[in-house]
């Protein structure tokens, strides 16, 4: 039987919650002789950070470097810790030192889920973002800090290789799927950074003919995500535009408590990281109802990466099931269903319990 070894990293306030309630998904497999996992938990994050300093240890990217995959929660701990210990010092460290250029973001309305848009139609696309540079290069810094001189500078970087690695994965996954490809940009007013991008698109366009592309710029491509989501397919973006779109494309296919993403190294020289978008939210932790659903979907996309199809499979259907029968609802979802409930219901579906 499979073994794999996975990097556990929870994180803050629902993070260790969430992820908890993934691996007890990803057990149910194990019980079924599917395949076993190994877990090293790390308890990096905000928390650590106020008890010792650092939001992780030194060697932390060395250690992850072992693993075949990372499930990570959510991190974070605004009233306390300044965002950016662990954004940039941890998850972005993470992205970057590991190489996982790209982060896919699914977006997917499924029956029984409400969509704040009046007319949503069948949305179901994919959001590539660029994952390692961009608007978060992290070159630069702060002078005269507290002083009347202050600056504080950060530079956008794109790099041929780096939005050429990105963008074909995007032109790769669009033909898997039907066949279409938006490239988000904003060349009118980031035409260096931005010129990079649109040239190696139009290269790489020229490379796929069967591919049907187009690009457009962010702004309208945030008002055409409400006027006709479902017109779209897959859609290549820069780190912080794709990270700004995609909350949207959450957002119109039921929220950030069902939307799950995956940071990938495609060449798989590294273990990727697979984790819910939403964040840490401290004002719901320790309560016991958060919606575990994206960080089972981000389970999901873990085995579906490490080569388990048909388990992910199963695992989406039986979310989709419990959202389309919608008895079973946490409270981002109208309903007042516990955490853990929600879990035992796709363990229902999935035909197993826990307990
Ligand atoms: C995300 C998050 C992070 C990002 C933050 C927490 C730094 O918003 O993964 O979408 O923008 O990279
Ligand atoms: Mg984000």
Same mark, same amino acid.
């Given at each position: 039987?499979?073994?794999?070894?996975?990097?556990?990293? &929870?994180?803050?306030?629902?993070?260790?919650?969430?992820?908890?309630? &993934?691996?007890?998904?990803?057990?149910?497999f194990?019980?079924?002789?599917?395949?076993?996992?190994?877990?090293?938990?790390?308890?990096?994050?905000?928390?650590? /950070?106020?008890r010792?300093?650092?939001?992780?240890?030194?060697?932390?990217?060395?250690?992850?470097? &072992?693993?075949?995959?990372i /499930?990570?929660?959510?991190?974070?701990?605004?009233?306390r810790?300044?965002?950016?210990?662990?954004?940039?010092?941890?998850?972005?460290?993470?992205?970057?030192?590991?190489?996982?250029?790209?982060?896919?973001?699914?977006?997917?309305?499924?029956?029984?889920?409400?969509? =704040?848009?009046r007319?949503?139609?069948?949305?179901?696309?994919?959001?590539?973002?660029?994952? !390692? *540079?961009?608007?978060?290069?992290?070159?630069?810094?702060?002078?005269?800090?507290?002083?009347?001189?202050?600056?504080?500078?950060?530079?956008?970087?794109? !790099?041929?290789?780096?939005?050429?690695? !990105?963008?074909?994965?995007?032109?790769?996954?669009?033909?898997?799927?039907?066949?279409?490809? !938006?490239?988000?940009?904003?060349?009118?007013?980031?035409?260096?950074?931005?010129?990079?991008?649109?040239?190696?698109?139009?290269?790489?366009?020229? *490379?796929?003919?069967?591919?049907?592309?187009?690009?457009?710029?962010?702004?309208?491509m945030?008002? /055409?995500?409400?006027?006709? =989501?479902?017109? /779209?397919?897959?859609?290549?973006?820069?780190?912080?535009?794709?990270?700004?779109?995609?909350?949207?494309?959450?957002?119109?296919?039921?929220?950030? &408590?069902?939307?799950?993403?995956?940071?990938?190294?495609?060449?798989?020289?590294? =273990?990727?990281?697979?984790?819910?978008?939403?964040?840490?939210?401290?004002?719901?932790?320790?309560?016991?109802?958060?919606? =575990?659903?994206?960080?089972?979907?981000?389970?999901?996309?873990?085995?579906?990466?490490?080569?388990?199809?048909?388990?992910?499979?199963?695992?989406?259907?039986?979310?989709?099931e419990?959202?389309?029968?919608?008895?079973?609802?946490?409270?981002?979802?109208?309903?007042?269903a516990?955490?853990?409930?929600?879990?035992?219901?796709?363990?229902?579906?999935?035909?197993?319990?826990?307990?």
């Open positions: 039987m499979q073994r794999y070894r996975i990097a556990l990293v &929870g994180g803050d306030h629902i993070g260790p919650e969430v992820v908890a309630e &993934g691996r007890r998904v990803l057990a149910a194990e019980r079924e002789g599917v395949c076993r996992f190994e877990w090293q938990e790390y308890p990096w994050g905000a928390g650590h /950070y106020l010792t300093g650092a939001a992780m240890d030194a060697d932390a990217i060395d250690r992850l470097r &072992g693993c075949d995959a /499930y990570f929660g959510a991190h974070g701990d605004p009233a810790v300044p965002e950016h210990v662990t954004g940039q010092g941890m998850l972005h460290r993470f992205r970057k030192e590991l190489g996982l250029f790209v982060n896919l973001r699914p977006a997917r309305l499924l029956p029984g889920v409400a969509s =704040p848009l007319e949503p139609g069948d949305i179901d696309l994919q959001i590539v973002r660029e994952n !390692t *540079e961009g608007e978060y290069s992290g070159m630069g810094g702060r002078l005269h800090v507290g002083t009347p001189l202050e600056l504080g500078m950060q530079a956008i970087v794109v !790099t041929r290789a780096g939005a050429e690695r !990105t963008i074909r994965f995007a032109f790769e996954l669009a033909r898997t799927r039907r066949r279409q490809l !938006t490239c988000v940009t904003k060349g009118s007013a980031l035409g260096q950074v931005m010129g990079v991008w649109v040239d190696v698109f139009a290269e790489l366009a020229a *490379e796929y003919p069967d591919v049907q592309s187009e690009r457009v710029n962010v702004d309208a945030a008002m /055409y995500l409400l006027a006709r =989501p479902a017109a /779209y397919d897959v859609i290549v973006a820069s780190n912080l535009m794709g990270d700004i779109l995609s909350d949207l494309t959450a957002g119109i296919v039921g929220g950030i &408590g069902l939307a799950a993403s995956a940071n990938l190294d495609p060449t798989r020289r590294n =273990p990727s990281l697979f984790e819910p978008i939403h964040g840490s939210a401290p004002d719901i932790a320790g309560q016991g109802i958060a919606n =575990p659903i994206a960080a089972i979907r981000a389970a999901a996309l873990m085995l579906d990466w490490l080569g388990e199809r048909e388990a992910s499979q199963r695992i989406d259907a039986a979310i989709a419990v959202l389309a029968e919608g008895t079973v609802r946490t409270r981002d979802l109208g309903g007042t516990a955490t853990t409930k929600m879990t035992d219901a796709v363990l229902d579906k999935l035909g197993t319990v826990d307990s």
